[in-house]
Nanobody, 121 residues
Framework: QVQLVESGGGLVQPGGSLRLSCAAS????????LNWYRQAPGKQRELVAS???????NYADSVKGRFAISRDSDQKVGFLHLNSLKPEDTAVYYC???????????????WGQGTQVTVSS
């Protein structure tokens, strides 16, 4: 059973930066589409950033110009770069991705367990 594992969350001061990573728990062929969601206490989960298979990106208005989504060159690890962080960015961040487990397989969708990002002085 494949799982997505996020890492890189933590406590950071306003204006600081973090890099979140998302990787499969075992070997895969590639990540096709990648999405990052977040959920703050008492709020609905929201889509923060997405990266298509061909490299198109989309961002929520609240993070445009501050966050950047990417994959590594092997297309096996996803990232979310968080810059100029604000207290309102505090949330659990979830990775969601379509994974091809083998070169001949079809993509299947997976979720990570989430990583906490807290922005506070």
């Amino acid at each position: 059973q494949v799982q997505l594992v996020e890492s890189g969350g933590g406590l950071v001061q306003p204006g600081g930066s973090l890099r979140l990573s998302c990787a499969a728990s075992r070997s895969i062929f590639m990540i096709t589409t990648l999405n990052w969601y977040r959920q703050a206490p008492g709020k609905q989960r929201e889509l923060v950033a997405s990266l298509s298979r061909r490299g198109d990106t989309n961002y929520a208005d609240s993070v445009k110009g501050r966050f950047a989504i990417s994959r590594d060159s092997d297309q096996k690890v996803g990232f979310l770069h968080l810059n100029s962080l604000k207290p309102e960015d505090t949330a659990v961040y979830y990775c969601n991705a379509d994974l091809m487990l083998t070169a001949r397989g079809t993509p299947s969708n997976y979720w990570g367990q989430g990583t906490q990002v807290t922005v506070s002085s």
